[in-house]
């Protein structure tokens, strides 16, 4: 019994930056791997970013250097802190969370670059 849920997407300009927001109930959030992923139309969702329990963070290459995850355990919340945008980071963002094998997501929140 896990409920995420995103905010923090919009219209930003190339080159711009945004913060995205992940906020959980349900579950003990400071116990288990979070993660971003995002799904741009027509392709494959796809992972951006991980952060496990005690902060150890992961990367896609297509982000690294721009992107930066982080967690706040004591509010229940993940971020995803974005710069430096470019168009082909256009997506619908997700959070999600791992517990026990079992994978939870939130709605998602959609980003649009574009001048």
């Known amino acids: 019994q896990v409920q995420l849920v995103e905010s923090g997407g919009g219209l930003v300009q190339p080159g711009g930056s945004l913060r995205l927001s992940c906020a959980a109930a349900g579950s003990d959030f400071s116990l288990f791997p979070l993660a971003w992923y995002r799904q741009a139309p027509e392709k494959q969702r796809e992972l951006v970013a991980s952060?496990?329990?005690?902060?150890?963070?992961n990367y896609a290459d297509s982000v690294k250097g721009r992107f930066t995850i982080s967690r706040d355990n004591a509010n229940n919340t993940m971020y995803l802190q974005m710069n430096s945008l470019k168009p082909e980071d256009t997506a619908v963002y997700y959070c999600k969370l791992s517990r026990y094998g079992q994978g939870y997501w939130g709605q998602g929140t959609l980003v649009t670059v574009a001048s």
């Open positions: 952060i496990t329990n005690v902060g150890k963070t």
